[in-house]
């Protein structure tokens, strides 16, 4: 897709525009300390702010207003130190965490991770609920956390969804790849350059990335290793898997220790990766956080599945008498759900890539492969029944 020569971009195109000498020049912004009077102190770029003195601050819409800044157009992620202020909520919230992850192992049931090797770490998917199913006391406690709601309602406002996924690296556990997160780091280059710019720009102020610290986790331990400024890099979901950029990370990011009960947020558009656990003897648990804007949302409910049963013989047929792809396509586009999330990663995992199929992929192999209306129907069902929580 050609890129425009003057103005705002309309499309993004890796091969055009993903430059690293550019990126280089964002990425070396130098984060001032003057601009975050309410942080502790700036370390690598990185305000940290102590949660205390948050707590005691007069004006807290200052304080929210602040981590907006960093978010958006400084260097991209806080770091609130002593977010979880009593340390047996964590402690109580990590025993539930392990329990539900060695229930998983012996039923046969423990998933990998989505950027690291298989059996580098141990993966709880789901956790927010099964959480609340298993243990709702401790969720409440947990969840009840001032800190986790105020840089919430920061980026996302009122009437956000919180989900959660925990992430333990095991001694000599390795380092994730580098890369972008939710919503456009789960597509493939292909498909996410056929979003406009604007999507670019928008997709990541729909969600906020956090991680609590559940043990202490000196750098040998592997925290999450993060470039700042890198959200600000607008072709960057089509640069994190390109291998110039890819090194670039490697020799330029940061790497911050948290203790436990710390908590880290941060734009998903910033270049991050769970690091190398180079210890013997700490098993790194964080809880981690995907906090989702309200609005992500159709104003209406629709039955989609219902949708596609009776559309599919019409796009059988039609198919048959030659109508050609495109057709074919604004009407899967109109009938059938085209995002494959959210779903219950742990019954519909991504086998190929970063995300399982989409409804509209289902049907699209249905139509190549002539699949019959009834087998549709039991796929689709079948799909239905593992995104259902």
């Known amino acids: 897709m050609a890129s425009q020569d003057a103005g705002p971009h309309v499309w993004l195109s890796g091969e055009a525009d993903c430059d690293l000498d550019a990126f280089r020049a964002l990425v070396a912004e130098r984060t001032d300390p003057r601009d975050y009077p309410y942080a502790a102190e700036v370390a690598h770029d990185v305000p940290l702010y102590d ?14 207003t602040e981590w907006v800044r960093a978010l958006l157009d400084g260097p991209g992620i806080v770091v609130l130190r002593g977010a979880f202020a009593d340390p047996d909520v964590v402690d109580r919230a990590s025993g539930v965490f392990g329990a539900l992850i060695e229930r998983e192992r012996a039923e046969g049931t423990a998933r990998g991770d989505h950027f690291a090797k298989p059996g580098a770490n141990d993966r709880l998917w789901s956790a927010l609920d099964k959480t609340a199913l298993h243990a709702p006391e401790v969720f409440a406690d947990y969840y009840a956390n001032d800190m986790l709601a105020l840089v919430c309602e920061a980026w996302l406002g009122p009437g956000y969804q919180v989900t959660s996924q925990i992430n333990v690296v095991n001694p ?10 939710y919503h456009l780091g789960f597509l493939s280059d292909e498909r996410a350059a056929r979003y406009p710019a604007h999507v670019h720009r928008l997709s990541p102020v729909l969600t906020l990335q956090g991680a609590v610290a559940h043990c202490d986790m000196p750098v040998e331990s592997g925290p999450t290793l993060y470039l700042p400024h890198s959200q600000k890099y607008e072709p960057g979901y089509l640069a994190w898997r390109r291998p110039e950029f890819a ?22 558009a910033l270049f991050h990766a769970a690091g190398h656990n180079r210890t013997t003897d700490v098993r790194r648990m964080a809880n981690l956080l995907q906090i989702s804007s309200a609005f992500g949302r159709a104003m209406e409910t629709v039955d989609r599945e219902a949708m596609v049963n009776a559309l ?46 989409s409804q ?3 049907v699209w192999r249905a139509l190549t492969e002539e699949w019959s209306p009834g087998r549709l129907r039991r796929e689709l069902r079948a799909g239905a029944e593992r995104r259902r929580a």
Not at 172 to 181: I, L, M, P, T
């Open 51 to 64: 949660s205390d003195r948050v707590r005691a601050a007069a004006d807290p819409t200052a304080v929210r």
């Open 172 to 181: 000599g556990g390795a380092a994730q790849s580098v890369h972008r997160d």
């Open 247 to 268: 090194a670039y990370f490697e020799e330029h990011h940061v790497q911050l220790p948290l203790a436990k009960g710390d908590a880290v947020f941060f734009n998903p």
């Open 312 to 357: 599919f013989p019409v796009l059988l047929r039609r198919r048959s008498e030659g109508v050609g792809e495109a057709w074919l396509r604004r009407v899967v586009a109109a009938c059938a759900e085209g995002y494959p999330f959210p779903t219950d990663l742990d019954l519909d995992p991504p086998l190929a890539g970063l995300a399982p199929p």
């Open 360 to 362: 509209a992929d289902t």
